[in-house]
């Protein structure tokens, strides 16, 4: 599909401020589900876009937010280096949990209130946006996350004082999941993993399990770890999955 890529859209926050958004979505009078994109720790990159555009391409109205955008002004782009890792880790738990979290609940609030959406929601994200997407998918509203290779819910170390509740909250998952991750991604090792899908039974949520022989950030398509055939694999997973949960 022809797009039209990258319309920004600030969001107001309840709390003041405002959360910049990226919006990629299909050219045309159609309307289309909404997925609400999870970027890693370094924002809106352009592998990021390029996710984004690959979703929206399949028909879906995309929405990236800043998530940082309490901390950086707008437009902020973390660099894939030590410096930009430096910083978005020390942000990752620098910033509330419950702040997260209204973020989540605002971006659901404004691409249901977008024109070229039908109303249905679900959410995508890798790595720190793997973590964001699952917490997103705890608002009612959404039907539908796709996880890629999630950090700290097997640790519960996101946000201020590292000591986040998202497995406890996993019996309030509603949602379709997804889950995607990487055999040789040492930062959810099998344990991890193990305690993450034990959980999911637990609560008896309905979810897709993937692992792949990977490493972490392998969607991420600039430097050594991407995987270009795996990408291609992920994305079939993707939108089989949101054809189904988003129908």
Not at 64 to 83: C, F
Not at 178 to 204: K, N, S, T
Not at 230 to 247: E, H, K, N, S, V
Request: proline share 6%; with cysteine.
């Amino acid at each position: 599909m022809i797009l039209h890529g990258d319309e920004i859209q600030d969001v107001t926050m309840p709390g003041g401020g405002s959360m910049r958004m990226h919006v990629f979505r299909p050219a045309g009078e159609r309307r289309f589900p909404g997925i609400l994109l999870y970027s890693e720790i370094y924002q809106v990159t352009a592998p990021i876009r390029r996710l984004a555009a690959m979703v929206a391409g399949n028909g879906y109205v995309v929405a990236v937010p800043e998530v940082y955008h309490e901390y950086e002004p707008a437009g902020t782009v973390l660099r894939y280096d030590p410096a930009g890792t430096d910083r978005g880790n020390a942000l990752k738990i620098a910033k509330p949990v419950a702040a997260f979290d209204a973020d989540a609940a605002a971006g659901v609030t404004a691409l249901l209130a977008n024109p070229a959406c039908n109303g249905r929601i679900g959410t995508f994200g890798v790595c720190l946006g793997g973590h964001l997407a699952y917490r997103a998918a705890l608002d009612p509203r959404v039907s539908a996350a796709a996880c890629f290779y999630p950090t700290d819910i097997h640790s519960g170390t996101l946000g201020a004082g590292r000591s986040d509740d998202s497995l406890m909250r996993m019996a309030e998952l509603k949602a379709q999941a997804m889950f995607v991750w990487g055999r040789q991604d040492p930062h959810v090792p099998f344990a991890g993993r193990e305690r993450i899908r034990a959980r999911l039974e637990e609560v008896g949520a309905t979810y897709a399990w993937h692992e792949l022989n990977a490493q972490h950030a392998f969607l991420r398509d600039e430097g050594p770890r991407y995987d270009p055939a795996l990408f291609l694999q992920a994305m079939t997973l993707t939108l089989d999955f949101y054809r189904g949960a988003l129908a």
